[in-house]
């Protein structure tokens, strides 16, 4: 059977007819955080039983570098898995049209706080999204859906469909020339705060240094990945500017990743390329506690924050209230603001030091997938018991818990949410 989709109309009754489910709420093409991890809800929800094995998944976005890589990259696996996968720049707005018109032929595969597709828009305030009227979800709800999305990563971890099934040439000889391609780490650096984005702090440069010392001498070959500039400090050890070097795409970004044996992450979603592939990875410079990572094979080292008024560190619990109580997003029409921003009016970051991204490094190589936590990283797991990490694979550098065990707050304090002013519940 086929179909001649020219309007909304008909995308609708394509998937009628052919029975299927259209992923929806994967509205941020251009971040691999977002399309890596809401392509694997879909997958691991249909691993779980949460969507039908016989029904076909459609899944459409416009004709972008990441979903492009991820389509041809990965065709056996969506092919195995009964996954329509299109990049089609005429066929994504019909998309979304129909996602949000009939929510009860898609999956919500979305973990951001915009939704077109909502079936049951209680919780939710306007939003404008690309032009288009969306939903706003609360802090709360988004809180939720990253927590789900963790619960269900940690029941499926032993399964690894991306490196099972991909159609990635993993020869980098075009990308790394005649450096040794089986002992690669993949380096992501935010070089100023121009770059941090909107849930990472500026990290000293001199703090990488050292661990680029170290990686080194252990024999690694170190590619800048990315798209910020490479520092010039950078050279002396050998690092490859991938990130400048003419090659740079998602598709070359997954290549390297897959056969990378290590990786670290400036507070990115590029994360999820290492953490789905299975690489040992650090995620360092985070600032906002209760949204660290997911998967074994990540170590976190985080930010610290200091308040301004007094210049104290904040606990851990201190530091994890600062983002749960961040204002809703609707409550600033200017379109400027977004709760993921670090709160600079109040308070600054205290710099990562040397000695803690060595250790973290270090640490993180030496742990295997399943490398029991210790007794400070379960500890610190259990203090926020809403947002999941109890239930995460990754874990805070230990280093860092040790050095810092001072400010784990008193026995029997915890982590929770309370709903931010703004939020009376309700449509306006």
């Given amino acids: 059977m086929s179909w001649a989709i020219k309007n909304p109309e008909d995308f609708y009754w394509f998937l009628v007819e052919s029975n299927s489910i259209l992923v929806a709420n994967a509205l941020f093409p251009w971040s691999p955080g977002h399309m890596m991890h809401e392509m694997d809800n879909a997958l691991r929800a249909r691993h779980v039983g949460k969507l039908p094995l016989d029904r076909p998944i459609v899944a459409v976005f416009p004709e972008m570098d990441i979903p492009v890589a991820l389509r041809a990259g990965f065709a056996s696996l969506w092919h195995k898995e009964n996954i329509r996968f299109f990049t089609n720049n005429a066929l994504y707005p019909l998309a979304l049209?129909?996602?949000?018109?009939?929510?009860?032929?898609?999956?919500?595969?979305?973990?951001?706080?915009?939704?077109?597709?909502?079936?049951?828009?209680?919780?939710?305030?306007?939003?404008?999204?690309?032009?288009?009227?969306?939903?706003?979800?609360?802090?709360?709800?988004?809180?939720?859906?990253?927590?789900?999305m963790m619960r269900l990563r940690n029941a499926t971890m032993d399964w690894k469909p991306w490196i099972a099934s991909h159609d990635l040439s993993l020869d980098l000889g075009d990308i790394v020339g005649g450096a040794d391609q089986d002992k690669m780490a993949i380096l992501h650096y935010r070089p100023s705060d121009e770059f941090v984005g909107n849930a990472a702090a500026s990290v000293p440069l001199d703090a990488l240094l050292r661990t680029l010392a170290w990686l080194?001498?252990?024999?690694?070959?170190?590619v800048k990945a990315g798209?910020?500039?490479?520092?010039?400090?950078?050279?002396?050890?050998?690092?490859?500017?991938?990130?400048?070097g003419?090659?740079?795409?998602?598709?070359?970004?997954?290549?390297?990743f897959m056969k990378a044996r290590f990786?670290?992450?400036?507070?990115?979603?590029?994360?999820?390329?290492?953490?789905?592939?299975?690489?040992?990875?650090?995620?360092?410079?985070?600032w906002n506690l209760p949204l660290l990572s997911l998967g074994p094979r990540c170590l976190c080292q985080p930010v610290l924050m200091r308040r301004k008024s007094d210049g104290a560190l904040l606990n851990y619990v201190e530091q994890s209230a600062v983002f749960k109580d961040r204002p809703e997003a609707w409550t600033r029409r200017d379109g400027h603001f977004n709760p993921w921003n670090f709160p600079a009016d109040e308070y600054e970051t205290r710099p990562i030091e040397g000695d803690e991204l060595?250790?973290?490094?270090?640490?993180?190589?030496?742990?295997?997938?399943?490398?029991?936590?210790?007794?400070?990283?379960?500890?610190?797991?259990a203090l926020d018991p809403e947002s999941g990490l109890s239930e995460r694979g990754a874990r805070m550098s230990d280093y860092f818990l040790r050095k810092f065990q001072h400010l784990f707050p008193p026995p029997g304090t915890y982590s929770y949410y309370k709903p931010t002013l703004g939020w009376e519940g309700g449509v306006p």
Wanted: with cysteine; hydrophobic share 40%.
């Fill in 246 to 256: 003419g090659k740079r795409c998602f598709m070359n970004d997954l290549r390297l």
């Fill in 97 to 148: 049209e129909v996602s949000a018109m009939a929510p009860e032929l898609t999956f919500d595969a979305g973990i951001s706080h915009t939704k077109l597709s909502m079936r049951d828009r209680g919780r939710t305030r306007r939003a404008n999204f690309s032009g288009r009227l969306a939903c706003a979800l609360t802090n709360y709800d988004v809180f939720k859906i990253n927590a789900e």
């Fill in 263 to 286: 990786a670290m992450v400036h507070g990115s979603g590029l994360e999820a390329v290492p953490d789905l592939f299975d690489v040992p990875y650090v995620k360092y410079g985070q």
């Fill in 358 to 381: 060595i250790a973290a490094a270090q640490e993180c190589l030496a742990n295997g997938p399943h490398q029991p936590k210790t007794p400070l990283q379960r500890a610190f797991d």
């Fill in 227 to 244: 798209i910020e500039p490479m520092p010039e400090a950078f050279a002396k050890f050998g690092v490859i500017n991938y990130s400048q």
């Fill in 216 to 222: 080194k001498d252990e024999g690694f070959t170190i």
